[in-house]
């Protein structure tokens, strides 16, 4: 009988999406409290302030929420069911991009991956990786070569 070698699995959420929860709650409380002190005004202020609204959601849809880290490969998985799955030994490169105060470029701290694409993929599937404490300990536990900044 032949053994079955258990994969090493290691899961991480991407955080960014509750940064985007977060100004969604406030663009949505924003525009009840005008809702709520509805002079002629403040009608047009709650029509922004759910239209801003819209922002967030989008991210929150086109975002990856799980990184699934595998001794063979790393896998994205994204909030409307898409998957990426790179193996580690087609990886050309992982560059660290972005930062919360402007440190290496704008935007979002993220890493980005670079490999040869063979699939065509909707737009927003594009191979970053948010960055914080565990993404940074696991890439650095699988990806066997130097990040770069």
């Known amino acids: 009988m032949k053994k079955m070698q258990k994969k ?6 991407n955080t960014h999406i509750v940064f985007f929860f977060v100004i969604l709650v406030i663009f949505i409380c924003l525009a009840i409290f005008f809702l709520k002190d509805s002079e002629e005004g403040s009608i047009f202020c709650a029509i922004g302030g759910f239209a801003l609204a819209v922002a967030p959601i989008f991210a929150i849809i086109i975002s990856p929420v799980v990184y699934i880290f595998e001794d063979e490969s790393l896998t994205i998985v994204y909030c ?21 105060f402007l440190e290496n470029g704008r935007g979002m701290p993220v890493y980005e991956i670079a490999y040869p694409h063979k699939e065509k993929y909707p737009f927003f599937v594009n191979a970053t990786i948010a960055r914080n404490r565990k993404t940074t300990k696991l890439v650095k536990k699988y990806y066997k070569r130097n990040i770069e900044d």
């Open 8 to 13: 090493h699995r290691k899961y991480a959420f």
């Open 80 to 100: 409307l069911g898409f998957k990426e799955r790179i193996a580690w030994k087609k990886i050309r490169s992982i560059t660290k991009w972005g930062g919360w």
